[in-house]
């Protein structure tokens, strides 16, 4: 029952993530330029490599969420388990300051967790960890948004 109580904070979390990412779009590094093969709506603009990775972020993330709603492990493992191969490669890697470092080593440590729960069974540690997830996401946003600030000033 722990789990049900939990589904609607959860995806309530979630859907505001989603809402903030639509919201205030990162821009991208300098480094990377917009994928030209991208074919693009009448009107809007290309996506960049790292908005078309955090799609991707986002959509392993919905896996996850569709798991726990649904107590669907293999998917929950699935979407954990993409996310933490994702927190591994280059593009992820939009600043190399010490505090977001941290915040990838917490992702990647709270990912692993609910890819362990889920392998385990365990939906209301799936659905904690989740949480923890969600919140080292937000923080790092939250990171990079203020650390872009500074660097405009």
């Not at 010490?98 to 080593?105: A, C, G, I, N, V």
């Not at 949480?131 to 937000?138: A, E, G, I, N």
């Amino acid at each position: 029952m722990l789990t049900r109580k939990l589904l609607i904070p959860a995806g309530i979390v979630v859907c505001l993530v989603c809402v903030s990412l639509a919201q205030k779009p990162e821009p991208a590094p300098k480094a990377v330029a917009p994928d030209k093969t991208e074919k693009t709506v009448e009107g809007a603009k290309a996506k960049t490599p790292l908005e078309t990775f955090m799609r991707l972020k986002l959509d392993a993330s919905s896996k996850i969420l569709e798991g726990l709603c649904q107590e669907d492990a293999a998917l929950v493992k699935e979407g954990a388990d993409a996310l933490s191969a994702m927190s591994k490669v280059e593009i992820w890697n939009v600043m190399i300051d010490p505090d977001y470092r941290e915040h990838s080593r917490e992702f990647r440590d709270n990912a692993s967790q609910v890819s362990k729960a889920a392998q385990e069974g365990d939906f209301d540690k799936a659905t904690l960890r989740w949480f923890d997830v969600t919140m080292s996401c937000l923080e790092c946003h939250d990171h990079v948004r203020k650390e872009r600030k500074t660097e405009k000033k």
